[in-house]
């Protein structure tokens, strides 16, 4: 009788260890499954934040592009100004190359400057084209003239302007 009765108790042990397998195995499976979505969720706060950041960048480059572009074009047509302006030493005539200079570099700049700054580097380019077709003291008094006021407003215009890429690079910062 001791045999019948060993039986069963070996069958109880087979089926709590079955049992206690089961169990760790389907904790494991919980576990692995947990670990796997928390991983998965910081790869995607990775992938979201990296994004932000690129847009970020992305951005602020582009406005400095912009500004370095224009601080160039701004640097030519000073730069021609001045230029032309010496060229005139000992001279009775409007130097005619660095006058056409000044108006291409004038013209250049419209194509990166807002309209307030254009304006003015367009009297510039507009007077100069008046000295070049003066040809009467009339006319040259009155390209003079001109020349006296084409150059109001530049420095204010152009610090404003300045000013306007550092607003736009902290909206690059914003969501």
Same mark, same amino acid.
């Given at each position: 009788?001791?045999?019948?009765i060993?039986?069963?108790?070996?069958a109880?042990?087979?089926?709590?260890?079955?049992?206690?397998t089961?169990?760790?195995?389907?904790?494991?499976?919980?576990?692995t499954?947990?670990?796997?979505?928390?991983?998965?969720?910081?790869?995607?706060?990775?992938?979201?934040?990296?994004?932000?950041?690129?847009?970020?960048e992305?951005?602020?480059?582009?406005?400095?592009?912009?500004?370095?572009?224009?601080?160039?074009?701004?640097?030519? %047509?000073?730069?021609? +100004?001045?230029?032309? &302006? !010496?060229?005139? *030493?000992?001279?009775? /005539?409007?130097?005619?190359?660095?006058?056409?200079?000044?108006?291409?570099?004038?013209?250049?700049?419209?194509?990166?400057?807002?309209?307030?700054?254009?304006?003015?580097? %367009?009297?510039?380019? +507009?007077?100069?084209? &008046? !000295?070049?077709? *003066?040809h009467?003291? /009339?006319?040259?008094?009155?390209?003079?003239?001109?020349?006296?006021?084409?150059?109001?407003?530049?420095?204010?215009?152009?610090?404003?302007?300045?000013?306007?890429?550092?607003?736009?690079?902290?909206?690059?910062?914003?969501?």
């Amino acid at each position: 009788m001791r045999l019948p009765i060993r039986t069963k108790r070996n069958a109880t042990t087979d089926e709590s260890r079955n049992s206690a397998t089961t169990s760790n195995g389907l904790l494991v499976a919980a576990i692995t499954a947990f670990a796997t979505l928390v991983a998965a969720g910081f790869g995607a706060y990775a992938l979201v934040s990296s994004a932000k950041l690129n847009r970020i960048e992305s951005c602020i480059k582009r406005v400095d592009e912009r500004e370095m572009i224009t601080r160039k074009k701004a640097e030519d %047509l000073l730069g021609d +100004m001045g230029n032309f &302006l !010496g060229s005139f *030493a000992g001279s009775n /005539e409007i130097p005619r190359e660095p006058g056409k200079q000044v108006m291409k570099s004038a013209f250049a700049l419209t194509a990166y400057a807002p309209v307030e700054l254009n304006l003015v580097a %367009l009297k510039i380019a +507009m007077t100069v084209q &008046l !000295g070049l077709a *003066a040809h009467t003291d /009339e006319a040259m008094e009155k390209a003079i003239g001109a020349a006296q006021v084409s150059f109001s407003g530049w420095s204010d215009n152009y610090i404003k302007y300045m000013r306007s890429f550092e607003v736009e690079r902290s909206k690059c910062l914003k969501p």
